[in-house]
């Protein structure tokens, strides 16, 4: 199997393309000039492999293609794989969409989903290790035919795909990519030296994009991003923060478009942390529960998100499989916490390290202030995405204030990652921050990947979200929606994902 033009320098391809003439003011309408978008958050890498974070999919999305991806709907639909078939109960065939081409010109073909696979599975810094959780291989048997075999039978497979984002084979070996060549319909053009990214459009399998040209601004947080928005300085923000959409809302250029969350707002909470004081309280399952209902969470809708929310009753989202209907959330109730607190020895409260990201800044004033009112001292720290995560991992905090939106459609993304038992051999666990193991969970999750009756598996999943809330490793907080911000002269398409998919983005003429 060879490939119609092996290796003629791909790392070009991302430099393919003048980006003179693509950068007029952003304020000055021309459907030739880039389409500006500013993100409330900075990516965390141009490596597909080496993340799990909701920014940094929404851009790879338009530079990479999976076999599978999700609709706006979020329903299964082709993608690089046109068809695929079920042999038995652990292997699958995929049959490649044929006469694809990366944007370097070199072809694509089985060789990139093997070699895609073996870096991901291989690489130490790989970040999707839930993705590829139990696929023991995944091997070519033609050009455009991919034979999928895994260890037992895998019922969320296809759902887990639309995150495999496929590399060409020539990239396999590098420590990271950062100049990316992909088959989406965008190719990078230019890294400016802010850390913009400039993405030029060009004719892949889907045909042009009708927008020729993106400009991703990466801001400090929501505010900024939308400061840079209302100012004319971009044509979309990704996410207005709650506090500015009325000032949105009153000028006759700019439009607000509703936007669903996937995402679920949590509290990590890490009772092996260094600081000691809180250690022996956190490990408690009682002091947990007291923390949660300690926080006004129906109040933070109001107060912090204009009503844009609703209190979350467990980990996942209402349309993500697995959701358990009949869970009610914990009430507002300060003074069973006080109780709590005290008939766990802990009466007087105790001291706390809270690392949050900007995106959560609603959320700290309400978790410290809550916290406060039953003797729980919260000191915040500020970082960000990359940073939070070595803090959490080293020890250096005691709570984590993050979210996680189950990309894949199903619950088992958010409790194979964060709540089933470390196990870097299978790839689960892998960002269970708590130390959190119960034998019981483990059983039901992995009974739950082995699962092919859709009722059955449900409820196991179902089983292992309230064993979970029993004991609260991480307490859940809410569920935001919010919008896409857009001038007049934008027409954008809102997906359940929450990813900005430019191809269906449209100047309005």
Not at 64 to 73: A, N
Not at 211 to 238: I, K, P, W, Y
Not at 239 to 247: Q, Y
Not at 250 to 267: A, Y
């Amino acid at each position: 199997m060879g490939r119609e033009n092996a290796k003629r320098g791909w790392l070009k391809g991302a430099a393919v393309g003048a980006a003179v003439g693509l950068l007029a003011a952003a304020c000055s309408f021309s459907t030739n000039r880039p389409l500006v978008v500013a993100f409330d958050e900075r990516i965390a890498t141009l490596d597909p492999q080496l993340h799990n974070h909701s920014a940094t999919w929404s851009v790879q999305l338009n530079i990479f293609d999976s076999l599978v991806r999700f609709s706006p709907e979020m329903r299964l639909e082709p993608c690089l794989a046109t068809q695929w078939e079920q042999l038995d109960a652990t292997h699958w065939r995929f049959y490649l969409r044929r006469g694809v081409r990366f944007s370097d010109g070199t072809a694509f073909d089985a060789e990139d989903v093997v070699a895609t696979f073996d870096r991901a599975r291989r690489h130490p810094r790989s970040r999707i290790q839930h993705v590829i959780a139990g696929i023991r291989s995944v091997r070519a048997e033609a050009a455009d035919v991919v034979l999928v075999e895994t260890t037992n039978a895998a019922p969320d497979l296809l759902n887990r795909l639309v995150l495999f984002l496929i590399v060409p084979s020539e990239a396999a070996s590098l420590a990271e990519i950062t100049q990316p060549v992909g088959t989406g319909p965008y190719r990078l053009v230019q890294v400016f030296d802010n850390g913009d990214l400039l993405l030029g459009a060009w004719k892949s399998w889907r045909g042009w994009a009708s927008v020729r040209s993106v400009r991703l601004c990466f801001a400090a947080d929501e505010s900024a991003a939308a400061r840079q928005f209302l100012s004319g300085a971009a044509d979309v923000v990704r996410r207005p923060p709650d506090e500015m959409v009325v000032e949105i809302e009153k000028q006759q250029r700019l439009r607000l478009v509703p936007q669903p969350r996937l995402g679920v707002q949590l509290l990590v909470v890490i009772p092996n942390a260094r600081s000691g004081e809180a250690g022996g309280a956190l490990a408690s399952p009682a002091v947990r529960r007291a923390m949660l209902l300690a926080l006004d969470r129906p109040g933070w809708v109001g107060r912090y998100y204009r009503g844009n929310g609703t209190v979350a009753s467990q980990y996942v989202h209402p349309v993500v499989f697995g959701f358990d209907p009949t869970i009610r959330p914990l009430p507002f109730d300060p003074t069973e916490a006080r109780r709590l607190l005290a008939a766990a020895g802990y009466g007087k409260g105790f001291a706390a390290k809270m690392v949050y990201r900007s995106l959560q800044s609603g959320a700290v004033e309400g978790v410290v202030k809550d916290l406060a009112q039953v003797g729980i001292r919260i000191t915040p720290i500020l970082t960000g995405y990359a940073e939070a995560s070595q803090v959490v991992r080293s020890g250096e905090a005691d709570l984590y204030l993050t979210g996680w939106a189950c990309n894949t459609g199903d619950a088992s993304d958010f409790f194979n990652t964060m709540i089933h038992s470390p196990d870097p051999a299978r790839g689960v666990g892998m960002e269970n921050y708590t130390g959190f193991a119960d034998e019981e969970i483990d059983r039901l999750l992995d009974g739950a990947e082995r699962e092919l009756v859709v009722e059955r598996r449900s409820h196991l999943l179902q089983e292992a979200q309230r064993r979970t809330l029993e004991q609260l490793p991480i307490l859940p907080l809410t569920i935001r929606w919010g919008f896409v911000g857009t001038s007049a002269e934008v027409e954008v398409r809102t997906r359940h994902d929450e990813r900005m998919w430019f191809f269906d983005y449209r100047w309005r003429r």
